[in-house]
């Protein structure tokens, strides 16, 4: 079965910093596009960074981009997110993806949800004083 399994979530202050970890099970992380998301109470799922199979391509939303920093480590099998000067707009439920490998993928990532096919189950993250 494939998996993914975020952690790292909660309570972070305004300016704080957190970082968020999804492992992946039953299959190899590596050669897979991946992407973090996120989506609000009430508020549609947002893009939030990605990066391409064969780390060609990396991309960050506008609302993100100098604060938030996707990686991942190949050995662990696992994908990160760094969130630095968090705010209150940042709260919401964060949530991991990985592509399939494709010689398409390898290239590219996206920040359209639909392009992903291998979900985590979501990370709660609270930024409040």
């Known amino acids: 079965q494939l998996q993914l399994v975020e952690s790292g979530g909660g309570l972070v202050q305004p300016g704080g910093s957190l970082r968020l970890s999804c492992a992946a099970s039953?299959?190899?992380?590596?050669?897979?596009?991946i992407g973090w998301f996120r989506q609000a109470p009430g508020k549609e799922r947002e893009g939030l960074a990605c990066v391409s199979g064969a780390d060609y391509m990396i991309n960050y939303a506008d609302s993100v981009k100098s604060r938030f920093t996707i990686s991942r480590d190949n050995a662990k099998n696992a994908m990160y997110l760094r969130m630095n000067s968090s705010e209150p707009e940042d709260t919401a439920t964060y949530y991991c993806?990985?592509?399939?490998?494709?010689?398409?993928?390898?290239?590219?990532?996206?920040?359209?949800?639909?392009?992903?096919?291998?979900w985590g189950q979501g990370a709660q993250v609270t930024v409040s004083s």
């Open positions: 993806s990985a592509r399939s490998p494709s010689t398409f993928s390898r290239r590219i990532c996206s920040l359209d949800g639909t392009f992903y096919d291998i």
């Open positions: 039953g299959f190899g992380l590596e050669g897979h596009a």
